[in-house]
């Protein structure tokens, strides 16, 4: 069998990807499930962050959310049982590769598929999910009639926030890209988000926020990254459709939170003086949390099955933003593409 890696030669350089022969999986340990992989949505490796957790190695396994079907079950598993069609998220730490026919996977990390859902729709609406349920329950509590920004709404995250925030009954405003985006995102059912376009840069995101709260606020931000420094100072790499971390403050209402996914985010003391001004917060998303504390266990189990997703996903409440399925023998090329953050709908590899 044939499974992708990803291997980093020196620290800075770019990720090269690799198909290896490996063996047939070992024997099945007691809490262990052997799946047999029908989907496998593919995610960038973080590289920094597997380097601070000590889980760098030579070769990284590649596509951690998977789909597919029981094969066999260890003697202790008592969740799932030959046949059972499943889905979950391989943990930071996995030696498995999800690109590849079939893994052993332990018990804990899956859940059972409903069978409306497509693998491909389970693989590729996990991930995304996860980080949009953990952002808009547990960190912002979200609640009908607030009013939640949700920036680059139309990629696969913000596309399954946008429909999870409207689903309990917020106001949604959101930024694209692209006239492409702009229209994915007025397609979007139910309609009702407010659609501002700043792929010109000729829009104030902090002015439009402001006019459509009254000059209020707003009460929740996903962002998608922002700008820390001025235009000049900026590394090549930051989008500079990206909103200034200033322009945040600025539209953030009283008692607001913001939702950040810059792990590298810098607040000078005129910022936090701003943050107490308004008694706003300011929170990490890293999904990766649920995974690397045991003692979250069972309620990450329950987003991903018994109270959310995947029951969310096959009631229709949110639907993915996902790309054609991709075949095996493309699955290399694809993951250069994602890695490279270029890839604007999820990638997954169908077997």
């Known amino acids: ?13 770019e990720m090269t ?11 099945t340990r007691d809490h262990d499930v052997k799946v047999q992989v029908r989907a496998c949505a593919l995610s960038w490796v973080d590289t920094e962050l ?13 596509g951690r959310e998977i789909s597919g079907v029981v094969l066999e079950v260890g003697s202790k598993v008592t969740f799932f049982q030959p046949d059972d069609e499943v889905v979950g998220i391989l943990p930071l730490d996995s030696e ?9 996977v332990h018990e804990h990390y899956l859940v059972h598929k409903p069978e409306k859902i497509s693998w491909a729709e389970a693989a590729g609406t996990v991930r995304d999910g996860l980080r949009a349920y953990t952002a808009l329950h547990y960190l912002a509590q979200v609640c009908p009639g607030r009013s939640v920004l949700v920036l680059d709404g139309a990629s696969p995250f913000g596309a399954i926030a946008i429909q999870l925030a409207q689903h309990r009954g917020a106001k ?10 702009k229209q994915y995102l007025e397609r979007l059912r139910p309609a009702g988000a407010r659609v501002i376009d700043v792929s010109h840069g000729k829009v104030d995101v ?25 235009a000049e100072d900026e590394p090549a790499s930051k989008s500079q459709l990206l909103p200034h971390k200033h ?7 009283a008692g607001g939170h913001w939702i950040t996914t810059e792990k590298d985010l810098q607040l000078d003391p005129p910022d936090s003086h701003s943050l107490f001004l308004k008694g706003a917060t300011v929170s990490f998303l890293n999904e990766e949390i649920w995974n690397l504390s045991n003692v979250q266990q069972g309620k990450y189990l329950d987003i991903l099955w018994g109270s959310y997703i995947m029951e969310k996903l096959s009631n229709n409440i949110f639907r993915p933003q996902l790309d054609e399925p991709i075949p095996l023998y493309e699955a290399k090329v694809s993951m250069e593409i994602v890695q490279k953050n270029q ?7 169908q077997f």
């Open 1 to 13: 069998m044939k499974a992708l890696y990803g291997q980093q030669n020196s620290p800075g350089e």
């Open 17 to 27: 990807f690799v198909f290896q022969e490996r063996e047939n999986p070992p024997p």
């Open 50 to 62: 597997l380097s601070e957790m000590k889980l760098q190695k030579d070769l990284v396994p590649v």
């Open 96 to 104: 498995e590769s999800g690109v590849c026919e079939v893994i052993l």
């Open 172 to 181: 949604v405003i959101s930024t694209a890209h692209s006239l492409e985006d």
């Open 206 to 230: 902090a002015e439009s926020c402001l006019e459509e709260t009254g000059g209020l606020g707003v009460d929740i931000v996903l962002d998608a990254g922002v700008r820390l420094y001025s």
């Open 247 to 253: 322009d945040i403050l600025t539209l953030l209402g």
């Open 343 to 349: 890839a604007r709908k999820r990638q997954v590899i």
